[in-house]
Nanobody, 126 residues
Framework: QVQLVASGGGLVQVGDSLRLSCVVS????????VAWFRQAPGKEREFVAA????????????PAKSPAKGRFTIARDIIKKTVFLHMNRLNPEDTAVYYC???????????????WGQGTQVTVSS
């Protein structure tokens, strides 16, 4: 059974940085991807970033709409089966529950995904 455990969230100040971690366990496809999504109160869930285990090429979605906007970086540790989301210059609009997901269905790395972690809360205070 595939499980994802997300951690690293917390309460920070504007301009601070955080590193989120997502540990993946269980049998997954070698060419699968891991993605980060976020959902703010009252808003729909949105894609943040994704990366494949076999490729070191991250994907942040449409540059015009991406919440990453050059501030976030996704990276993976294949040995530890862990994916990180480094977030810099945080602002209150980044306040959300951040979820990691794997088990990509189809070819589009933005999803949909089959397996989801429990989420980790990020709160940016002004």
């Amino acid at each position: 059974q595939v499980q994802l455990v997300a951690s690293g969230g917390g309460l920070v100040q504007v301009g601070d940085s955080l590193r989120l971690s997502c540990v993946v366990s269980g049998r997954t496809s070698a060419d699968d991807a891991v993605a980060w999504f976020r959902q703010a109160p009252g808003k729909e869930r949105e894609f943040v970033a994704a990366i494949r285990w076999l490729s070191d090429s991250p994907w942040y979605g449409d540059p015009a709409k991406s919440p990453a906007k050059g501030r976030f970086t996704i990276a993976r540790d294949i040995i530890k089966k862990t994916v990180f989301l480094h977030m810099n210059r945080l602002n209150p609009e980044d306040t959300a529950v951040y979820y990691c997901a794997t088990g990509l269905k189809g070819d589009a790395i933005i999803g949909p995904y089959e397996y989801w972690g429990q989420g980790t809360q990020v709160t940016v205070s002004s």
